[in-house]
């Protein structure tokens, strides 16, 4: 799936119970939105009871409370219907070393894996919009003038604008470095770039590609 383009992928996030499974934290909801050359053809948002009490500051910070969680679905069942969800897709999340652990944890509870890879849109941004004041999520949205309901720390709500500001990156590719439909691989390798080697890599690219 490596090859394939960046417009088609599967964007995610995750609301936990804190910050890492290795510490026993879990999922609390999913929210995913599915990209097929550039449009949204597909949604998945599912809160999933982590079988404890979640703190009060994770209720405050996301605005899911115990009392949401308590009628939630398992997350075992939720995450069997969301890695159908996902296929074989590539993966977007921002700040995806996150987002990619807690997929691995919970998938690996219910035997289940994904063929796809991950690309982190935070580190991209950092690389693309170098000027931005922080690379937040929220700070990007507004940077980059994305329309938005206001919501953040939702996880449909989140994976929803990391979406919008994939797209415009994928659009600001072409505008800036003439790069049409780049692929995912170009992506993942822009994450990885030294900051001022970007702008090179990007015309090299171009060229190559023309």
Request: proline fraction near 3%; aromatic fraction near 8%; hydrophobic fraction near 40%.
């Amino acid at each position: 799936m490596a090859n394939s383009l960046a417009n088609s992928v599967v964007v995610l996030d995750f609301e936990t119970t804190g910050l890492s499974p290795n510490q026993g934290d879990r999922a609390i909801e999913i929210g995913a939105v599915k990209l097929e050359n550039g449009i949204v053809t597909g949604q998945f948002q599912q809160l999933m009871n982590p079988g404890r009490r979640v703190s009060s500051f994770i209720e405050g910070y996301t605005g899911i409370t115990n009392a949401m969680l308590s009628s939630a679905p398992s997350c075992e069942q939720v995450m069997d219907e969301f890695a159908d969800f996902i296929g074989d897709a590539n993966l977007v999340a921002h700040n995806a070393s996150f987002d990619q652990r807690f997929l691995d944890a919970e998938l690996d509870i219910i035997g289940r894996q994904y063929g796809g890879s991950f690309a982190c849109s935070m580190l991209i941004a950092r690389r693309l919009y170098q000027s931005a004041p922080n690379h937040k999520l929220g700070s990007l949205v507004e940077y980059k003038n994305i329309e938005t309901d206001g919501v953040f720390h939702r996880a449909l709500a989140d994976s929803e604008m990391t979406a919008k500001l994939w797209i415009q990156m994928l659009e600001d590719l072409h505008l800036d470095f003439k790069i049409q439909q780049p692929s995912f691989e170009l992506m993942q390798k822009i994450a990885k770039k030294n900051k001022a080697a970007v702008p090179m890599f990007l015309y090299r690219e171009a060229k190559n590609l023309a």
